[in-house]
């Protein structure tokens, strides 16, 4: 069957469950735990929700229905669903709450076991691939009260056209691509998202156009790599239609940046390895992309990059930076690092420390390793003690803090283009927004600059934010 016609008929399941809910007054509520992917499908979750009569609430006493949308890529997100899952079990049975659950953990299958035996009240179980059949699955748990598991092992499809609920009205995420090919030894992705595929041109471009119409100023695209956007379609072949003469990321990026309407381009993550010359000279090109780049180096040392299947040494991404730097005035770049891989030496640790000094990042965020079953690196026996890999972590936690306050510094008295994203949380006198490199700044103003994007001369830092005044006012 293809796509379109699939997402008709999840519209009519739609349409039957919003009949049924009809005067109900029902309420739903999502746990989204994961990363931006998982976010943006939360997006798509409510939409699909909200399309059958429910609406939010944060109070999960309150909820007719529950959804979890799961992440697995680190061990501690286990503990806070079964946590989680028993405390639902009370208001289930107080109040016949529906409690699905989807995402990344779902593609495990010891997981959905450990549900199945432990938490059997649970209604339905959805995968990443299943994502889009929520309200046949819904349909059938309140039509025929059987337990619902609905998850398969091949990779998905990509569907068009289902509802979605944004959680803001300035800034949106659209993801490009789905999946990834690259199986970092330490990364459970690759198994539980499928193969990389990408969405076609066209269906970005109208997002987006779509999006700009609606008053949206920033967008961010998303993919576990996003700078292979069709790249696995050109490789091997498969035939897609060009729209705007978009065939690559780079012309993508272009593509986007004409959108009138839109003020910046966000994109996580690129991977350093695909990171080629049209891309930086794209980013370079078109000023709606923030010149603030996410650059996963995961590991400074050559040999530990080696294990986990990076495909670059050390040098090969400091020249990167270099190139980026040079190609890219103004450049400032955020990573993700993980310290404790299997094998990691103290000089290997100290490579880490010593990229991390030269390319001086916004940025850094940094993770324990994680085993992660059916990953190679949870079968190497040279795994390193907790206590040193927590030692680790802090000396690199020490330096990533030391670096964003100079940094940050360094912003006192310049002017800097800030997009206003509403009133702060902490001081209702005070707006909030943020740079192009994504610093929060605060500063005194007016609601009706909420949107816009203004200049703010900055008069101090701290730490996690920086204090400005308008030069507009
Ligand atoms: N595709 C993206 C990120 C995916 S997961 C990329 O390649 O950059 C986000 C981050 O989680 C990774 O960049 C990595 O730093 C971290 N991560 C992934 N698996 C992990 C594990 N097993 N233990 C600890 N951190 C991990
Ligand atoms: Fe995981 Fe590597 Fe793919 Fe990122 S590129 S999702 S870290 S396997
Ligand atoms: Fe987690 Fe899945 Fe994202 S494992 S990090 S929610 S792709």
Known sequence: MDTAKEVEIQKEYMEKVRKINSGKELKYMILTMGCQLNENDSEKISGMIEKMGYTKTND?????????????????????????????????????????????????????????????????????????????????????????EDIIDIDGKTYEGLPIKRENNLQASVTIMNGCNNFCSYCIVPYVRGRERSRMPKDIIKEVECLAKKGYKEIMLLGQNVNSYL???????????????????????????????????????????????????????????????????????????????????????????????????????STDIIVGFPGETEEDFEDTLDVVRKVNYEQVYMFIYSRRKGTPGDKMENQIPEEIKHK??????????????????????????????????????MLTGRTQSNKVVIFEGNEELIGKLISIKIVSQHMWYLKGENQNA
Do not use: W
């Open 60 to 148: 999960s006493k309150q909820a007719d229905l529950f959804v979890f949308n799961t992440c697995c890529v680190r061990e501690n997100a286990e503990d806070k669903l079964f946590g989680k899952l028993g405390e639902l079990k009370k208001i289930k049975e107080k109040n016949g709450t529906i409690i699905a659950i989807g995402g990344c953990m779902m593609q495990e299958k010891h997981i959905t076991d450990k549900i199945k035996a432990s938490y059997p009240y649970t209604d339905i179980l959805f995968g990443t691939h299943t994502m889009h059949k929520f309200p046949e699955n819904l349909y059938k748990t309140i039509i025929e009260h059987k337990k619902r």
């Open 392 to 429: 680790r972590f802090e000396r690199l936690k020490k330096l990533a803090e030391s670096q964003i306050e100079v940094n940050n510094k360094e912003y006192i008295g310049k002017i800097e283009k800030v997009l206003v994203e509403g009133k702060s949380k902490t001081n209702d006198k």
């Open 231 to 333: 790249r696995v379609e050109r490789e091997n072949n498969v035939k897609f239609e060009e729209y705007q003469g978009v065939n690559s990321f780079a012309t993508l990026l272009y593509a986007i940046n004409k959108i009138e309407g839109i003020e910046r381009i966000r994109f996580i993550s690129p991977h350093p390895k695909d990171f080629t010359t049209d891309v930086i000279e794209a980013i370079a090109k078109c000023d709606k992309i923030c010149k603030m780049i996410h650059l996963p180096l995961q590991s400074g040392s050559t040999e530990v990059l080696r294990v986990m299947n990076r495909r670059y040494t050390k040098e090969q991404y400091l020249d990167l930076v270099e190139k980026m730097k040079n190609k890219i005035p103004n450049l400032k770049l």
